[in-house]
């Protein structure tokens, strides 16, 4: 068994565990589960540090679980949030379990005839056939107000000003993700859980039940939430959450935001959302710090994360997207993007909408930099910039007697103009 806790040390990925954890795991093979928000159809980037808990534990020998919180799901974690959150009906979460396992399996090994290949469950499972008097015989009265109130992301609620309080719907929460622990411990043999460090309370309530129900012992490890250097919130982008499926953040943004992370920020993340080993992080760290201005540890931080969540073709799609702001690209680079992903580069460039009678007539040079779209001021600026030769169209240099045309758009309905190497203006037809 390779030594999990060691791993978690050296890469900063370990907040809190439980005494005796670290020789617990290295006796023999065991089992630990991460649970999983199912209220969207995709995990985000906030939710890649525990999946790269159990990845890392995958790889360490032991069976890893993961958990989709389909009963938790439909009440709401206190733990951090200021209100309650919206409730879902089976079926969307049955769907959001679906994506969630599809992305889940770009970091686990589900197929695997090996003992410890990885298991999704979903609490929703054994939760919907619990009725309410047997929860509260059964468990509740295993369980004290008095240690439930002690609990942080209890008390901030209940000492917070915030009017509404807290419901005791999300006040049993803890009960409920503690029942999850001693269910697995007894169906699946899981004796680890394992979270944020907001999680602490919850999970420790779990230990607790298996202690008094299952008169066994649970254990507990948490991981840092991560924060940027800058004080912001890791995982947000302008646009908000950075989602791991592509329909929701391309993966070209996927990967310009890695690529835009500080070098003390890269150098942290570096070691918690890769596989890449200590000796190669600690050459990569010093090749940094000898030319910082080459990105190297932002450069390869953002191949190895992308091409865990988006594959290889995906990023080197992202890589020449890329070079089309800041490389010599051709009209050719520009028509290969789907549209999202053209979009997103050009994300911010002022437009202006022309007809599809405009094109399919024939769009002149001057109508398209002035009349048209007013991307110049007048029809002399137009004419002028055009005998400077300093006009593009889509990255092709043109003159006056130039016809933008049906052939030119991109994606069916953009047209990429540039004025020298930074002025860009998109056409778009309407």
Partial sequence: MKNFIEELQWRGMLHDSMPGTEEHLLEEMRSAYVGFDPTADSLHIGNLV??????????????????????????????????????????????????????????????????????????????????????????????????????????????????????????????????????????????????????????????ELIRRIGGGKGYAITCPLITKSDGSKFGKSEGGN???????????????YWLNTSDEDAEKYIKIFTFLDKETIDALVEEHKEAPHVRVLQKRLGE??????????EYEKAIAASNILFGKSTSEDLKSL????????????????????????????????????????SNGDARRALKENSISVNKQKVKEDYTISQDDLIANKYVLLQRGKKNYFLIKVA
């Fill in 338 to 377: 789907d549209e999202q992903t053209f979009l997103d580069v050009f994300d911010g460039v002022p437009q202006a909408e022309v007809t599809q009678q405009d094109i399919t007539e024939g769009l002149d040079m001057i109508g398209a930099l002035a009349a048209k779209t007013n991307f110049l001021k």
């Fill in 50 to 207: 525990p999946i790269m808990l159990l990845a890392h534990y995958q790889r360490c020998g032991h069976r890893p679980i993961a958990l989709v919180g389909g009963a938790t799901g439909m009440i709401g974690d206190p733990s951090g949030k200021s209100s309650e959150r919206n409730l879902l009906d089976e079926k969307t979460l049955r769907h959001n379990q679906e994506c969630v396992k599809k992305q889940l399996g770009h970091f686990l090994d589900f197929e695997s005839k090996a003992p410890n290949a990885a298991l999704l469950v979903n609490n929703y499972d054994w939760m919907k056939e619990f009725s309410f008097l047997e929860f509260i015989r059964d468990v509740g009265k295993h369980i004290t107000v008095n240690y439930m109130m002690a609990k942080d992301s209890v008390k901030n609620r209940i000492g917070s000003e915030s009017k509404e309080g807290m419901s005791f719907t999300e006040f049993t929460y803890q009960m409920v993700q503690g029942y999850d622990f001693l269910h697995l411990y007894r169906e699946s043999s899981a004796t680890l859980q394992m979270g944020g460090s907001d999680q602490w309370g919850n999970i420790t309530t779990g230990t």
């Fill in 304 to 313: 190895e994360v992308t091409v865990l969540v988006h594959g290889r073709e």
């Fill in 242 to 256: 950075v989602w791991l499926d592509a329909k929701r953040t391309s993966p070209y943004k996927f990967y310009q």
